[in-house]
Every structure is written in C-alpha cells, then in structure tokens.
C-alpha cells in the first residue's frame, strides 16, 4: 500500500502494478465449452448463415431479454447501421453526445445527420425535454444510449417520440441483462442493440444482436442482414452483409454460460469500490439502483473540479503511471469531437460538463477485489493529497519543458 505521495509512480515511486489493471479485458469464459463448441462446427460444417449455434445464440438472448425476435450481428455498429436501414429512418436523427462514437457514426454512415441532445445530469442519459426542443420535420428518430448500463427515461422518450410521430430506438451496449421498472432493457422503443464485442460483459470476439417484439421490423432486419435475400421487393432487396459467425457465436453462448458469474465478480468489485471510495470529497461514484437487475460493467469515478484540488486528466495520468489503465469514458464527448465539431457545433452544457469529471476505474473477471483495494488505496491518496500533487506535477513538467 501507498502511504505518501513520494510513493506514487507519477513522483519517482514503484509503479503499483507490475501487469496494466484495464476496464473491458475480456471476462473469463470456461475454454474447453469453447473448443467443444468450435469442434461441433467444424465437424457440422456449417459456419456462417444463420447455423446453429448462431440461432441459439438468438434464442437465449431474445429469452433473457423478454423480447420476441432477435437477430444476431457481426458487431453492434453494424447492427445500428442495419437497423437505421431497415427502420427507413431520413433526415435527422437525434441521440446524446455522452456515449461511444459509433452511436452517432452508424447515423452518419448512412448520410443522414446525428442531432446530439443534451443529458439529464443525474441519469447522464437523453433529457427527454431535450430531445423535444431539437425536434424538427427532419426529424425521423431519436436513438437512446443506457449509458454504463443505467438505462434511459424510457417512459418519458416513448412519449416525445409518440407525440411527435417520430420512432425510438435505444443502443443498449452497455445495458445486456439489466431491468428497469422490472422490465428487461430490450423491450423499449421500436427495437434495441446490444454489442458482444471483447471488452463487453458477454463478448462474441466480435458481434451484436438487435432485439425487438415488431414482426415486420424483425423480417426486414433479418433479410436485409444477409444480402436482403427473402424479401420479395426488389428495391427493397439490396441489403448488406452483417450476419454473425459460428465461431463468433460459439464465443458468444460461451460467454453466456459465464453471465451470471460475471455479474456476481462486478458487483462484488463495485460494492468495494464503493465501500473505499464512497466518503471522499471531490470525488462521486456513479450509483446502480439495487433494486433493478443490473450487470456492473462500468465503476465510473466522477473528479469533481469544483470540490477536488485535482483534475480528472492528472487523476487519470497518475493512475496510468501506477499500470492502472483508466478509461475516460467519455471525454471528450462525441459533439466535441470531429467531424461533428467543425460541422454541427452545438453547445451541450451538461454533457460538457460530466465528459470534464468521468474516469472509468478497472472492472470485470479478471480484476480482482485485491486488486480494486490497491486501486483505491491510490486514488484515496490521490485525491487527499489532490493540491500538492497539482503543484508538484505542474513544476515537474516545467522543469522538463
Ligand atoms: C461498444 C459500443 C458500441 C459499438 O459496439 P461494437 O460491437 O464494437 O460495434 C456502440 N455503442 C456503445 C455505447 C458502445 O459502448
């Protein structure tokens, strides 16, 4: 443990860590359920097109997420792209700055133009209200993020949408297995995806799955996820390819199996590092409502500027120089960022200000609460120590300058 700041990495200390701690190294999985599964594809050779294990895949996520159809993907991008298609979205589309970039990238891909709203400081999902006010006759969607798996006002952005005859849907990436008001994060809006990449808490390599309860939405998705074959218009044919693979599935049922461990280690992790962190001023840590069914995927730290003597950025820097390799998720925010910066300015107030504070600490199988404790032993000291370690690392710099 690290007593005094001479001890910290940044100052000349031993580095905490001899290995780099991360957010979203992939979740442990049993190995031989892998290779049995891989074995069972070789030897069916079937290993794309909608095979088996792909299918099943689709079964047990349209189970565990309450929802009828589900139509698995080669990643989640891809599957906003498909959905975006399928759904015959135009003009506009609005959805929060305060999340990964590929949210508003699937948009712009398919030449339509993203509206970033601003969030509600408390949930830092989409501010319902608004959403409202940058509604315009462009306007042909807006696109929810459960950002950390907190998810939306799904109730309040039904209304906006339905009220102003424009359709919802929600990029639930951060949101798999998680329930709000009881009900399983899936089922709201006209559809929602989920992303199986690596560093999610159910990975598949690679992957993604749409999830929804509308038929002829879910018959679009699949046609047109594989070339648009099975869908009689011709114009209505020319699809793309973003089916998922049998190896790509075999990961992901794998995964699966791991689910509920996976979840038990995070929350484990999150109530220590809420019990070591949980008192110290300047500094927040994100809350998941204990009485919803939630997957922890994400600690978020949140550095307050105003009531902490040290910045987010040298909270961040320091922890790095430890081999704990924090994630500023996100900052910038996605308006901050180009081509939207030069291109769509817009001033976001409260997603500006969040995106200055978050810091995503190391979570996941492969993190262990011993290791959360070192952690938190740094940013304890950190954080107390926060003027003079502003001061010393500001003349350190200027002496290397
Ligand atoms: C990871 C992520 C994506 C992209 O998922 P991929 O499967 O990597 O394409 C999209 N949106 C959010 C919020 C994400 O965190």
């Not at 000349?12 to 049993?30: E, M, Q, W």
């Not at 900052?331 to 300015?345: D, F, G, I, T, W």
């Amino acid at each position: 443990m690290k007593r005094t700041i001479e001890d910290l990495a940044l100052f000349g200390g031993r580095k905490a860590f001899l290995h780099p701690l991360y957010v979203g190294r992939p979740n442990k999985i049993d190995r031989s359920r892998l290779f049995d599964r891989l074995n069972w594809a070789l030897d069916n050779q079937w290993l794309t097109n909608g095979g088996p294990l792909a299918r099943e895949l689709e079964d047990r996520v349209a189970e565990l997420t309450g929802v009828r159809h589900c139509v698995a993907t080669c990643n989640a991008t891809a599957a906003l792209q498909l959905l975006i298609r399928s759904a015959g979205l135009t003009g506009e589309v609005i959805v929060p700055s305060m999340t990964f970039a590929a949210t508003a990238h699937a948009v712009r891909w398919l030449g339509l133009d993203p509206v970033f709203a601003d969030i509600d400081p408390v949930t830092a999902c989409l501010d319902p209200a608004d959403v409202a006010a940058r509604i315009t006759p462009r306007t042909s969607a807006i696109i929810g993020v459960h950002l950390w798996g907190r998810p939306c006002a799904v109730d309040e952005l039904e209304k906006v949408a339905a009220d102003n005859g424009i359709q919802l849907f929600f990029d639930s990436a951060h949101a798999f297995g998680v329930t709000t008001g009881g009900r399983d994060i899936g089922g709201f809006g006209g559809a929602e995806v989920f992303s199986f990449h690596a560093t999610k808490v159910v990975n598949s390599f690679e992957g993604g799955a749409i999830v929804t309860d509308d038929d002829g939405l879910a018959e679009r998705l699949r046609a047109l996820h594989n070339f648009g074959i099975g869908l009689g218009e011709v114009n209505e044919a020319a699809g793309t390819n973003a089916k998922m693979s049998e190896a790509a599935a075999a990961m992901g049922l794998t995964s699966l199996d791991s689910f509920g461990e996976a979840i038990a280690h995070n929350m484990a992790g999150y109530e220590l590092y809420r019990r070591e962190l949980g008192r110290i001023p300047g500094l927040g840590l994100i809350e998941y409502d204990a009485e919803e069914r939630q997957n922890y995927q994400y600690v978020i730290a949140r550095v307050d500027p105003e009531t902490s003597s040290l910045h987010r950025d040298l909270l961040h820097a320091l922890l790095h120089a430890e081999n704990v390799i924090a994630m500023k998720y996100f900052s910038p925010a996605v308006h901050q960022m180009e081509p939207y910066r030069s291109q769509a300015p817009v001033s976001l107030p409260h997603t500006e200000h969040l995106a200055d504070q978050v810091l995503a600490l190391p979570t996941g199988t492969t993190v262990s609460l011993e290791d959360i404790r070192r952690v938190c032993n740094i940013v304890r000291l950190a954080i107390t120590h926060g003027a003079e370690i502003t001061r010393r690392a500001a003349r350190q710099q200027s002496q290397s300058a």
